[in-house]
């Protein structure tokens, strides 16, 4: 019961010091409350950033696996056929979905727009591996693929901002190398997902699939196939499904371990770009936390600025009989208090301006708890920290100097 109705005066007496000096309190308080702010912002939006890319490789599926050629090594015969592709199907029962992805930069051109793109050539399998959800129209069939025909698939923003309203089924645009654009039949238009993060849509190119049979002749033979992408029947199975594919076309190849062939998993790259954002977000609240320690200097400063004020009144405390002790966690309490009641606002500062910030951002926050008690337990610490040396000189001044001090 002493000790605390020990704390509760040395509290009292802490709000009152706080109460008397306003302007000099929260000025004392405002590098804890950046320092606060920043690392919840900035943390709580890194970790929404990667709930985010996340997400979209979920959408796309866990159960992905690239297999592509390796370029530096390989020869013409060594790239992919479709032969190839027929006999993996046949062969690896752990794939589910399999096509060839060959993708070319180039144009678009409408009637009134002319605009950079991205052009995937595949087979039907891309639509249900890439999670494709249409709009308009359908997607292009298999007697399409096997044909070349000239068709394609577009996004709804390319739709807008080549013709000025999304439902262009039907329509006709010319796509291919700025030197030779090919005239193809827009057969759908998809939604395209962008992942909770903002672009301007203007700048973007068209994202086009296409067979790529028909893109090899848009290309003129300029579009080997050099990687595969396919989908295992689980995400449990994509390390024997990339490595059964890797096996056929080493064995077709006559290239077992040349190394011409690379097997990459989603999954594994996703742990990856993780692994960036999280050493990223990391060094960027580790910068943003340097400010604590400024604010951790001027709570000293003026804990020393009070103890000098305060000398008389600490001198006739201890005459009356106050210990060294109490005098220690007075002012211990005090600079506690403004660490914390810092931390507190900063605290709120960082989660509205992490939703703020994310708005524009589209992402959507993810405060963790931890976070948010570690924040609030690190200004405390701060503040403990930075009080010693003057609560310590506080207490340890010698009652009739203080007494005579004016």
Do not use: W
Request: aromatic residues 8%; neutral net charge.
């Amino acid at each position: 019961m002493n000790f605390l109705s020990s704390f509760a005066e040395n509290f009292k007496m802490a709000i009152e010091s706080i109460k008397a000096n306003k302007m000099r309190s929260f000025l004392t308080m405002l590098g804890i409350i950046i320092g606060i702010s920043s690392v919840i912002t900035i943390v709580s939006l890194g970790q929404g950033g990667q709930n985010t890319i996340t997400g979209e490789f979920e959408k796309i599926g866990a159960a992905t696996v690239n297999v592509s050629v390796d370029t530096s090594k390989a020869e013409q015969n060594d790239y992919i056929t479709y032969k190839d592709i027929e006999q993996i199907k046949q062969k690896v029962d752990t794939v589910k979905y399999i096509t060839p992805t060959v993708t070319k930069n180039g144009v678009a051109i409408s009637e009134t727009k002319n605009k950079r793109a991205s052009i995937t050539g595949a087979n039907t399998d891309i639509f249900p591996i890439q999670n494709v959800e249409m709009l308009y129209g359908r997607t292009f069939n298999e007697r399409e693929y096997v044909e070349g025909k000239p068709v394609i698939v577009i996004d709804e923003y390319a739709a807008r901002e080549l013709f000025g309203y999304t439902d262009v089924v039907g329509k006709s645009i010319k796509i291919g190398s700025r030197q030779s654009p090919v005239k193809a039949t827009i057969v759908g238009v998809y939604k395209l997902d962008m992942g909770g993060f903002a672009f301007d849509v203007s700048q973007m190119p068209v994202i086009a699939y296409a067979p790529s049979t028909f893109v090899e002749t848009v290309y003129s033979g300029e579009a080997p196939i050099d990687r595969l992408t396919l989908m295992a029947v689980n995400k449990d199975s994509t390390d024997a499904a990339g490595n059964g594919a890797k096996n056929i076309l080493e064995s077709r190849h006559n290239s077992r371990g040349k190394g011409k062939y690379k097997v990459e998993n989603a999954l594994k790259q996703l742990d990856q770009i993780n692994k960036v954002l999280g050493i990223f977000t990391a060094f960027i609240g580790a910068v943003a936390a340097i400010s604590l320690i400024v604010g951790g200097i001027g709570v000293m400063n003026i804990m020393l600025v009070s103890v000098t004020e305060r000398t008389r009144e600490i001198g006739i405390r201890k005459a009356i009989g106050a210990t060294t002790s109490a005098i220690l966690l007075q002012f211990l309490t005090e600079s506690v208090i403004i660490s914390v009641i810092g931390g507190i606002i900063g605290m709120i500062a960082g989660i509205t301006g992490a939703y703020f910030i994310g708005s524009f951002a589209n992402i959507t926050p993810s405060l963790s708890a931890g976070v948010i008690i570690g924040a609030i337990l690190f200004s405390s610490a701060v503040g403990i920290f930075f009080g010693i040396y003057p609560a310590r000189k506080a207490a340890n001044l010698d009652p009739i100097e203080a007494l005579r001090y004016e």
